[in-house]
T-cell receptor
Framework: SQQGEEDPQALSIQEGENATMNCSYK?????LQWYRQNSGRGLVHLIL?????REKHSGRLRVTLDTSKKSSSLLITASRAADTASYFC????????????FGTGTRLKVLA | EAQVTQNPRYLITVTGKKLTVTCSQN?????MSWYRQDPGLGLRQIYY???????DKGDVPEGYKVSRKEKRNFPLILESPSPNQTSLYFC?????????????FGPGTRLLVL
């Protein structure tokens, strides 16, 4: 299976704390994306990081990419109850395949 | 409003009864894709289409068919559903399928096969 993996599978934190989730993948990539899913709903794109970037910021989100370790992390700073959701990383398999691989997801619960 | 729509949203059926889940997008996207989501397995790609009349298999195509006769529509067909196809299904689209593009997801179709 080409499945990406994320850890932790579940994370519970208090409002105001930072949340970090990690994604590992198996193939070489050109880009890696993070998506958010509110309870059983469609996924929403959060941020894209390219393979030649090591870090990217968007509001309270910070994404890092380590291509040597084939891993990425998503940091949500000063978390809010509204950040409660599942978070997935996704990569295109590349080589002109147009196939996508999603991670298994991290379920984040932010307690008010 | 730019969106991907799926119908039905919920479906209960019995083993072997053919069904179709429709997907439509109004963003003039070339690329469309179907995923299934199962607990602990994340999203797995079933089929995708780069443009009209061009489709290809994803990671888990067995038991599914697709067709892309029009740019906006990409139906998912289960010719003979089985209980192991009970899942949450998502359709998604993007401008051309490139890995730098955002995929826009539909609201999901929850399927139960008895």
């Amino acid at each position: 299976s080409q499945q990406g993996e994320e850890d932790p599978q579940a994370l519970s934190i208090q409002e105001g704390e930072n949340a970090t989730m990690n994604c590992s993948y198996k193939t070489s990539i050109n880009n890696l994306q993070w998506y958010r899913q509110n309870s059983g709903r469609g996924l929403v794109h959060l941020i894209l990081i390219r393979s030649n970037e090591r870090e990217k910021h968007s509001g309270r989100l910070r994404v890092t990419l380590d291509t040597s370790k084939k891993s990425s992390s998503l940091l949500i700073t000063a978390s809010r109850a509204a950040d409660t959701a599942s978070y997935f990383c996704a990569t295109e398999l590349g080589g002109g395949t147009y196939k996508y691989i999603f991670g298994t997801g991290t379920r984040l619960k932010v307690l008010a | 409003e730019a969106q991907v729509t799926q119908n039905p949203r919920y479906l209960i059926t019995v083993t072997g009864k053919k069904l179709t889940v429709t997907c439509s997008q109004n963003m003039n996207h070339e690329y469309m894709s179907w995923y299934r989501q199962d607990p602990g397995l994340g999203l797995r790609q079933i089929y995708y289409s780069m443009n009209v009349e061009v489709t290809d298999k994803g990671d888990v195509p067995e038991g599914y068919k697709v067709s892309r006769k029009e740019k906006r529509n990409f139906p998912l067909i289960l010719e003979s559903p089985s209980p192991n196809q009970t899942s949450l299904y998502f359709c998604a689209s993007s401008p051309s399928g490139g890995g730098w593009e955002t995929q826009y997801f539909g609201p999901g179709t929850r399927l139960l096969v008895l």
